[in-house]
């Protein structure tokens, strides 16, 4: 009898976004594949990425916790944040095990992988490249701003961001991942500090616009004040195709649904507003637009509506292919 062919899933990105539309995806029978980014250097990961000379381990810690299917106090162990302690507060448990399993495996890959095993992790987690990178952002008016963590506080609108060292190399698994596809999921998450500094890895981005596989990509609800200030929807897949070489987005999924007027006056203090919907602009260009009440309301905070997101991404594997 023949074994069915589980459909394979890729994820890109970071930040907090990723983790929530995981925790939708893992209840189907699917092969998941997070790619997460390493370019982070503020924080607990910024501090272990300084003093031990480790890739950053705090968006693949939040991806692990969200994948993991062990009992829900091992994972609020892991992701329990020290409060004060000299030189332990702000860290968090899971950040220093997966320093010290890279300490004791000699890699962060292999850290990763026994971590995952230790969590019952549903998938695969796959650092962008398995050093740490940093990354600069070129704003309209010239000036070069370097380091993720201090990308959004610079004052000024991006037009570029970009990676060093130049010579990255991914993670063969990587590769064999987005070839192997049957969906690429782009987002949701920070548009250049999340998102792009995975793409722009030498490779990842090459082969994500030759995979055969359907290109999602889940357009963020609100906007984000150092980075995508009065960005509208359209604006949002420039910045991936400007940045990628190519048109490579078959699928963009545009919430529609309607925000209270009191979370948008408290996202408003941020400079946050409602990512505008000119999604029309996009059928031009072959894109697919889904528009769908994708929200959900954690603590008066934005997220994603996991469940909703997630069952709709699987509709887009199962539907049959447009004649």
């Known amino acids: 009898m023949s074994v069915k062919h589980q459909p394979k899933i890729v994820i890109i990105g970071g930040g907090t976004g990723l983790p929530v539309l995981l925790r939708g995806l893992k209840q189907y029978a699917i092969d998941i594949t997070a790619i997460v980014t390493v370019a982070d250097d503020g924080g607990s990961s910024g501090r272990l990425r300084d003093e031990l000379d480790i890739p950053p381990p705090g968006d693949v810690r939040n991806v692990l916790a969200a994948l993991s299917d062990v009992e829900p106090l091992i994972v609020e162990l892991f992701q329990h944040r020290f409060k004060n302690g000299n030189g332990l507060s702000g860290h968090s448990l899971g950040n220093l095990i997966l320093a010290a399993l890279t300490s004791i495996t000699g890699d962060f890959v ?5 971590m995952s095993k230790v969590l019952k992790v549903h998938g695969q987690v796959l650092p962008a490249a398995n050093k740490s990178v ?5 704003m309209e008016d010239g000036v070069i701003v370097s380091g993720e963590s201090k990308i ?5 609108r991006i037009k570029k961001v970009f990676l060093t060292p130049e010579n990255i190399e991914p993670l063969p698994e990587t590769i064999e991942a987005i070839r192997s596809a049957d969906l690429i999921v782009i987002g949701p998450g920070s548009l250049y500090t999340s ?6 890895v030498p490779k990842i981005g090459q082969e994500v616009c030759q995979a055969k596989a359907k290109k999602v990509y889940i357009c963020n609800v609100m906007t984000q004040a150092g980075e995508t200030l009065h960005y509208t929807v359209s604006d949002h897949v420039k910045a991936l195709h400007d940045h990628m070489g190519c048109l490579f987005l078959d699928v963009v999924v545009v919430n529609n649904g309607h925000i209270p ?3 948008q006056k408290r996202y408003a203090e941020e400079l946050a507003e409602p ?3 000119d999604s029309d602009r996009l059928i031009d260009l072959g894109i697919q637009v889904i528009r769908d009440n994708i929200v959900s309301y954690e603590d008066h905070v934005i997220r994603h509506d996991t469940k909703k997101v997630a069952s709709l991404l699987i509709s887009l594997i199962t539907a049959p292919p447009s004649s």
């Open 152 to 156: 959004p506080y610079s004052g000024k």
């Open 110 to 114: 292999k850290a990763i992988r026994e």
């Open 195 to 200: 998102i792009l500094p995975n793409l722009l």
């Open 275 to 277: 990512v505008k919907d």
């Open 261 to 263: 007027e009191e979370i």
């Open 134 to 138: 940093v990354l600069h952002a070129e």
